[in-house]
C-alpha cells in the first residue's frame, strides 16, 4: 500500500510506503500499552509490575526489550527514494526507486548500501576469495580483491588499527553522550514526580543497561560505515546490517503472530468455559482437531499453498518487498491460528474455574447480563494468563521462525532475518576455512533477544502466577 | 475400561472427519488442482494441454464432490474428495506427485525415524528428570539458582545453533563420528550417536526446567510435608512421594508425543541425511508434493490421537483417583 | 508436676522472617508438653501456633528462621541434631498430625504403604509384622475391617477415616510426643466429636505427651488438660484448662472464651406474615456412566424440601457438609434449575420464571456467601462492587444517589465512607464480610440467603458480624434464610430451625423447641457433638 504523499526528509523526496505489517505492529504495540495503562488502575497489579521491576534484572531485560522493540518500530516506517531525474523526463514526474528504505537505514547511515562483491572477513581491508585480478601493468594475477568500501577511507593499510581505535572511542563517546543525556533528563524527571511513600526502583540497572546499549549503537554505527565491523556475506551484503535488520523480522513475528491468536484463543476460550453445554462441546471439537494435526506440518501445508496462491497472482503486489511482507503476514496468521488452541485451553478452563466463584454467582444474583460478568469479573481475572502466555509465546515464536526458514516455509528470502541467516550459515561453517561471521551476528542478536524475553517472562511468571504468589507467602 | 477406549475410538472420529476435511479445504477448495500444476510446472509459460496432462495423471481430473456423469455408487466415489480424502481412513494414500506408492514409502522410512527418534525421547526424559532431580536437592541454594539461569540460557539458544555447532566442532574438528549419513543395523550407531546427542542436549534447558517445576510444585504439598514429618530423608521425600505425584502432569505432556515418534524429527533427519518420514515430509515440502504432505497431515493426526486415548490410560495407571468412565 | 512426667520442653522459642529478621512471627514461647496430657495451644488465624507445632519438628518453610531458644526432648537438645539424627526422632519420639487428612495423605500411596513406611523407617520388624501391626493400628483407631481397607487409597475413604488413618500413622512408632495441628477442623461435627475422642482415649492408653493447635475454644474445653492462648506471636496466658475458663487473666482470652456462645437466651418468636414458602423442592444433578454416557441414575442433592420464611424473621438450615441446604439456597436464588417443586415468593411462583421474569424479584432475594475471599471479585473498588447490583438491577437512581447510598450503606456495616474506593484484598475477612452484607442490603431485599457467612471467620469476630445481622433485620425488617453446619449459634440468631439431612429436612419447628426437646436422633447426635459451655470437660 503505498501513500502518495511525497515529501521531504532530509532532502530526499520521499515517497511513504506503508506496508501491512507497519499497520498492525503499530496497532499492536499501542493496544498494548493501552492495555497496560489499563492495568495500572488495580493497586494488586500496580503491585505486581512493582514485583517484576523492583530487580535490577527486571529492569535491565526490560531496557533490552524496549531497545529491540525501538528498532523494530523505527525499521517499520517505510519510504522511497525518489531517483534522480533522468534526461528526457518531464520535471514534475518523479520515479521512485524500487528498493524500499525504512528510517533505521536513515539512522545506520550508508552501511546498508555498502555492498561488496562476495565474503569478506570482520573488519577485513581485501575479499576472501582470491579472483582474477588485472594489475595496472596490464598483468593478470590470482590474489585477494581489495573491497570497494570496507576501510577504503584508510590512506594507508598499515594505519587501520590506529583508526580503528579512534573511531571506536568517538563512536563510543558519541552513544555514551546521548544516553548520559537522556539518562539525566529521565533522572530530573523522576525527581520532579518523586512520591516517597512507594520505595524506589533499581533504575540504576535499567540506566546502565541504556547506557550500554547506547555505546554499543553508537560504536556500530560508526564503525560499521567504515568498516565491514561483522564482514559480508555471499552476495556481498553487510551482515551487522542484515542481522539489524532481522530485529523487526524477529519483533514482529513474536507480536503479530500473538495480536491474531489472542482475539480467537480469548473469545473462544471464555465462550466455551462460561456457557458451556454446546458451545463448549463445539469449541473443544475445533481445538481437539487443530491440535491433532502436527503443528508444523498444519504450517507447512498452509504456507505452501499460499505462496502457490501468491505464485499465480503476481501483480497484486508492485514491489518485491510487498510481496514479501504479504507472505510474512500468512506466515503470522498461519502461526496464529495454529497456536491459539493452548491458551483457548488454559482460559477455558479458568473460567470454568472463575463461573463457580462466590463473586460470580453474587453477579448472577444481581442478574447482571452475560456481557456484564465476562467483562468485568471474568476477563480481568484472566488477565494473568494472558500477559503470562503472550510474553513466553514471544521468544517461542523467534525461535521457530529461524526452524520453518530452515525448512523452507518461513520468512520470504528477500525479508533479513535470523533463520535465514543462520540456514546460510550451516554450510558457510563448513568451507575451509570456516566463515563464522554470518552465524555469529545473528545468533547474537537473536540470542540475546530470546534470552531477555525468557528471564523477564519469568518474572512475570513469578509476579503474576497465583501459584508461585501462594508459595511465597 | 474396554467400553472407555471404545468410546474414546469413537470420539477419535469425528476428530479424524475434521481434519480430513480441513485438509481438504487447504489442498483442493483454496488452491484448485490448476493452481497446483502451474506451481508444479513452474514457469507461467507453460501450455494449457501440459496443465490439462498433469491434472489427469495426477488424478485430479475429477469433480470434487458429485459426478454427474457416471451412474450409481461411482457417483460418489470417483470424485477427488472420495479418492482423495476418504480413502486416507484405509490408510490407502495413493501415489505421490512423483509417481511413487506413499505407503511403501512411508513403511520403509519409519525404521530410520524410529532410530534416531525412540533413543533421543528416552534418553531425553531420563536425563531431564535425573538432572531435574539433582537440581532439586539442592534446593534455594546458590548451584540451584546457576543451574536455572542455565537452562534458561540453553532454551534460549535456537535449535539449529546446537545442530551446526554441534556438527561444526564434533563431526568436523574433532573427527569422532561422521557428520552424516544413514547406515542399517548395528554398525549404523556411528551415524546417530551425534543427532541424538545434540537432540538430548538441545531439549535439557527447557526439559529439565519443566520438570523443575513440576517437582517444586509436588514436594510443597501437604503429602510430602507429612512424609518429612514421619522421618523420611529429603531423598526419600523426592523419590518415594514427589517423583509418583510428579507422573502425572508428566505423563500427559509425554506418553501423547510416543507414537507420534514415528513421524520422526524434520530438522535432525535432514541436517544429518536420516532417511527418516521427516527427511521425507522436508523433501516433499521443498518440491511442493501436495500428495505426500497430505497423507502425512493425515498420519500424524491418526497418531496424535493415539497418544491421547494411551494418555488417558496411562493415567489409570499412574494415579488410582483415576478410573475410566 | 515431677520433672520425669515432662516429655517436650520448649524455651523461650523466636522464629522470625528470614528476610527481615525484625519481624518476629514468634517471640519467646515457652511451654511443656507433659505424659498422659492434652496441652491446647489456642489463637486465631495467623497467630503463629502451627509454626510452633513445625519449629518442634524443624520442618519450617524456607522463609522462616528460628532466632533463639531451646527445644529439649528427654534431655536432648533439637536444635543441637544433625538433619540425620533429626529423621530419627520425627515419626519416631515426635509425631505430627494435619489439619486435612485429604491432602496430607499422598494421594498414590495405599493407606498400607503410608503406615508402613513409617515403620520400615524406625523399626526393625520384618515385612509380615509390620503388616499385622499396620491391621493393629487400623483396629485401634477404630477402621472397620482394617484388613480389607489396608489395600484402599485415601480418596476411597471418608474425611473421617481419613484423619484416624494419619493418627495411626502417627502413633505407628509408639511416639512420646504427639503433635495435632487443627486435626478437626476439616471435619463435621459428629465425626469432630469421635476424633477429639479418640485423640483423648490415646492420650491416656499410650501415656502420650500431646501438643493440640486449635482456634476452637469448644474443642479446647472438650479434651484440654491446660492451655496456653497464643497472640501475635507470644502465649499471653497459659495454665491449668479448669481454672483458665473459670477465671481468664487476659482480657482476649475473656473475649474468646465468651465466643462461645450461651445456649440458653432465644429469640422471641416473630408475627407470622408469609414471605417465602418452598414447597416439596427437589434438585436432582444426573449421573452420566457407560459407553454413551447415558444418564445413569440421579444424585439427588436436595428432595423434598418444605418451609417457609415469615417477614422479618430467621430460619436456621441446619446440616452437615453435602446435605444440600447449600444447593436449596441456590435453588431459591434461582441459580440452579429446579427438578420438582414449587418456590413462591409472596404468593408468586419463582421456579417457573425466565430469566428476564426473575430480574424485578432479584432485587428481592439476596445472597451473603461463606467465604468473604471469594465472594467479590479482587478487582473492583469496594463501591463498584456494592453499586454493581444496583445498577444492572435498575434501580431508578442518579449517579450521584448512588454514591450517597454507599456511604450512608459503609457507614451502616461500621466501615468508613472512604473505603468505596479501595480493593476488597485491603480489607480482614470480617471487614469484607460486612461488606457483603452491603453490597446485599444496597437493593434493599426483603429476604438474604446467608450462607454460612460466619464459618470463614475468627471466633472473635464470629459474634460482631452475627450482631450486625441481628441489628439489621430489627431496623429493617428483612428475612434471613440461615445456612449453617454450627448449631451453637443458633439460639442466638434463629427464630425456627430445619435440620436437613441427606437432601431432606428431618426436623423443624421453633428454635428453642428443637433444641431443648429434639424429637428426631440425628438432632440429638448434632446436638451432642456441640461443644459449649454446658459439655463439660473431663
Known sequence: MDFSIGSDLFGYHVLWTILWTDILIFFLVGAITLFLISLRKNPENRQRWRQVFS???????????????????????????????????????????????????????????????????????????????????GERVRDYPVLKYGGQHLKNDEDKQRDIALNSLLGLGKGLALALLLISLHARWLKKRSKSSEPDLPWRAGWITFAIIMALLGWLITLGNLYHVLGTDQAGNDTLYESLKGIRTG?????????????????????????????????????????????????????????????????????????????????????????????????????????????????????????????RHILPNLSHIIIISFVLDFSALVLAEAVLSYIGVGVDPAMASWGNMINMASTELSREPSIWWNLSGAFFLMFVLVLSVNLFSDLVNDAFDPKTQLEAA | MFAYIIRRLCYAIPILIGVNLLTFILFFIVNTPEDMARAHLGDKYVTEQAIQEWIADKGYDQPLFY???????????????????????????????????????????????????????????WVNISVALMVLMFRGSRLDRFAVAVFVTMMSVSYLFYIVVGQFFIAKVSRLVPVSGYNEGIDGWRFLV?????????????????????????????????????????????????????????????????????????????????????????????????????????????LYIIGLILTDISYTWADPRVRLN | MSKESVA???????????????????????????????????????????????????????????TQGRITLSDTNIFGLTEHDMCSIRGKKIAMIFQDAMT?????????????????????????????????????????EPEKRIDWYPHQMSGGQQQRVMIAMALACEPDVLLADEPTTALDVTIQKQILELVQTLTRSHQ??????????????QTADRVGVMYQGEIIEQGNCADFFANPREDYSRRLINSLPAMDSYRADTEEVPLLKVEDLAVHFPVRKGLFQRIHSYTRAVNGVSFTIGKGETLALVGESGCGKTTTGRAILNLESVTSGNIWYNNQPLNTLSRKEMMPLRRKIQVIFQNPFSSMNPRMTVGNIIEEGMVSLGLPLSASERQERIEALLTRVKLEPEHRLRYPHEFSGGQRQRIAIARALAVEPDLIICDEPTSALDVSIRAEVLDLLLELQSELQVSYLFITHDLSIIPHIAHRVAVMKDGQIVEQGKAEQVLKQPGHEYTRQLLAAVPTHHTKAS
Open chain 1, 55 to 137: 530487580t535490577r534484572l527486571g529492569m535491565s531485560t526490560f531496557v533490552i526489550i524496549m531497545a529491540y522493540i525501538a528498532i523494530a518500530l523505527v525499521d517499520s516506517i517505510h519510504f522511497r527514494k525518489a531517483l534522480p531525474a533522468v534526461e528526457g523526463q518531464g520535471s514534475e514526474q518523479i520515479f521512485y526507486s524500487n528498493t524500499v528504505n525504512s528510517l533505521l537505514d536513515l539512522a545506520l547511515g550508508e552501511m546498508g548500501e555498502q555492498h561488496e562483491r562476495t565474503y569478506s572477513a570482520p573488519f577485513a581491508l581485501k575479499s576472501w576469495n582470491k579472483e582474477n585480478l588485472l594489475l595496472p601493468g
Open chain 1, 251 to 375: 519483533v514482529l513475528i513474536g507480536t503479530l503472530a500473538t495480536l491474531i491468536t489472542m482475539p480467537i484463543a480469548i473469545s473462544l476460550g471464555i465462550a466455551a468455559g462460561y456457557f458451556k453445554g454446546w458451545i463448549d462441546d463445539v469449541v473443544q471439537y475445533i481445538y481437539t482437531t487443530l491440535i491433532s494435526i502436527p503443528g508444523l506440518l498444519l504450517i507447512a501445508a498452509s504456507v505452501l499453498l499460499f505462496q502457490v496462491w501468491i505464485n499465480n497472482n503476481p501483480d497484486f503486489f508492485e514491489v518485491g518487498l510487498e510481496k514479501a511482507d504479504a507472505k510474512f503476514l500468512a506466515l503470522c496468521f498461519i502461526l496464529g491460528i495454529t497456536s491459539w488452541t493452548s491458551l483457548c485451553r488454559l482460559l477455558r478452563a479458568e473460567t470454568l474455574k472463575i463461573s463457580q466463584l462466590d463473586y460470580v454467582q453474587a453477579a448472577h444474583a444481581f442478574g447482571v447480563s452475560h456481557f456484564q460478568i465476562i467483562r
Open chain 2, 67 to 125: 459426478n454427474p456423469q457416471v451412474s450409481g455408487l461411482e457417483q460418489l466415489t470417483s470424485t477427488i474428495f472420495f479418492e482423495k480424502s476418504i480413502k486416507l481412513f484405509a490408510f490407502d494414500f495413493g501415489n505421490s506427485d512423483e509417481g511413487r506408492n506413499i505407503r511403501s514409502d512411508v513403511v520403509d522410512r519409519m525404521g530410520p525415524s524410529l532410530a534416531l527418534a525412540l533413543p533421543t525421547f528416552i534418553i531425553g526424559i
Open chain 2, 194 to 302: 551425534l543427532p541424538i546427542a545434540i537432540g538430548v542436549i538441545a531439549g535439557i534447558g527447557a526439559g529439565a526446567r519443566w520438570y523443575r517445576t513440576l517437582f517444586i510444585e509436588a514436594s510443597g504439598q501437604d503429602f510430602a510435608r507429612t512424609a518429612r514429618a514421619k522421618g523420611v530423608s529429603e531423598a526419600g521425600v523426592l523419590f518415594r512421594h514427589v517423583l509418583p505425584n510428579a507422573m502425572l502432569p508428566i505423563l500427559t505432556g509425554v506418553v501423547v508425543v510416543i507414537p507420534s515418534l514415528f513421524m520422526g524429527s524434520l530438522i535432525m533427519e535432514s541436517f544429518f541425511s536420516i532417511p527418516g518420514l521427516g527427511s521425507y515430509l522436508l523433501d516433499a515440502i521443498q518440491a511442493q508434493d501436495f500428495a505426500i504432505v497430505r497423507a502425512m497431515v493425515f498420519l500424524g493426526s491418526v
Open chain 3, 8 to 66: 517436650l520442653s520448649v524455651d523461650q522459642l523466636s522464629v522470625s522472617l528470614r528476610h527481615s529478621p525484625y519481624t518476629p512471627i514468634l517471640n519467646e514461647v515457652s511451654f511443656e508438653l507433659r505424659k498422659g496430657e492434652i496441652y491446647a495451644l489456642v489463637g486465631e488465624s495467623g497467630s503463629g501456633k502451627s509454626v510452633a507445632a513445625l519449629s518442634i519438628l524443624r520442618l519450617l518453610p524456607d522463609a522462616l528462621k528460628i
Open chain 3, 104 to 144: 496430607a495423605l499422598n494421594p498414590v500411596h495405599t493407606v498400607g504403604q503410608q503406615i508402613e513406611e513409617t515403620l520400615k523407617l524406625h523399626t526393625a520388624l520384618n515385612r509380615d509384622e509390620i503388616r499385622d501391626r499396620c491391621i493393629e493400628l487400623l483396629g485401634e483407631v477404630g477402621i472397620p
Open chain 3, 208 to 221: 502420650l505427651a500431646v501438643l493440640m493447635i486449635t482456634h476452637d475454644m469448644g474443642v479446647v474445653r
